[in-house]
């Protein structure tokens, strides 16, 4: 028997085929991370909220040989200069396995992390982003992992990737007019962006997610017959 184990981080969708000798597959997803508030056409300066990180999803699922499966590896949100998008579902077999995307902030608000609408036997949250103040704007929250819930951001810093795969989020910003910072991926959210005086700027880009597959191969077995000598 062997063990594989086959990640898939390009964000979109492809279709894997399931190998000979394999029933049984292992399916992490990872949601893609949601966006940073930008800031729009400020007058006396402004900060956006941090996004949230994308859900962790985990599913023993049954497999067919020779089998061809669909699955989806979630985009992380782009930030813009108004509220922050939602991040990509990841998904395997369509619905069988989902992770959804972290939640874009919203204005004068932050993304909040939830495992609303996720699928598996094990489903979790990313942390939830931090709301602008206290002189900086907001972190974004990690995505959820294989070990843990994404955590919060806490300013100035992005919050944590819960393991596997998972991303931190992208921190926070105090000075300039200038763009949330990214979250990484998989599934770390955008940090909100700050503007000092008058301008926009675009909240931090979400981390794409990810599709990690691990099975075992077993080996067909030949029998041989023996004649000893003599009998």
């Known amino acids: 028997m062997a063990i594989t184990v ?34 729009k056409n400020a007058i006396d300066g402004g900060a956006g909220g941090g996004g949230a990180g994308g859900q962790y999803a985990k599913k023993q699922v049954t497999v067919v040989p020779g089998t061809d499966y669909t699955l989806v590896v979630g985009a992380g949100a782009a930030g813009s200069n108004i509220g922050g998008l939602t991040g990509g579902d990841s998904k395997f077999a369509t619905t069988t396995v ?7 902030a919203a204005i004068s608000s932050f993304g909040a992390g939830s495992t609303t609408g ?21 972190a974004g ?19 944590a990737g819960g393991g596997g795969q998972a991303g931190s989020g992208g921190g926070s910003r105090s000075t300039g007019t200038i763009a949330g910072r990214p979250g990484n991926q998989a599934g770390g959210a955008g ?41």
């Open 191 to 231: 940090g909100g962006a700050w503007v000092d005086i008058t301008g926009s700027a675009a909240g931090g880009d979400g981390g794409d997610g990810a599709v990690v597959l691990t099975y075992t191969i077993v080996l067909a077995t030949s029998k041989h017959h023996f004649i000893l000598a003599g009998q």
């Open 98 to 104: 989902i992770a959804k995307g972290g939640v874009g």
């Open 118 to 138: 996720g699928v598996g036997d094990t489903v979790r949250a990313g942390g939830s982003g931090a709301i602008a103040g206290g002189g900086y704007s907001g």
């Open 141 to 159: 929250g990690g995505g959820a992992g294989s070990t843990s819930a994404g955590a919060n951001g806490v300013n100035p810093t992005g919050g």
């Open 6 to 39: 086959e990640t898939f981080l390009t964000a979109g969708t492809s279709t894997w085929t399931c190998p000979t000798g394999v029933t049984s597959v292992q399916v992490e997803c990872y949601g893609g991370g949601g966006a940073g508030c930008g800031v």
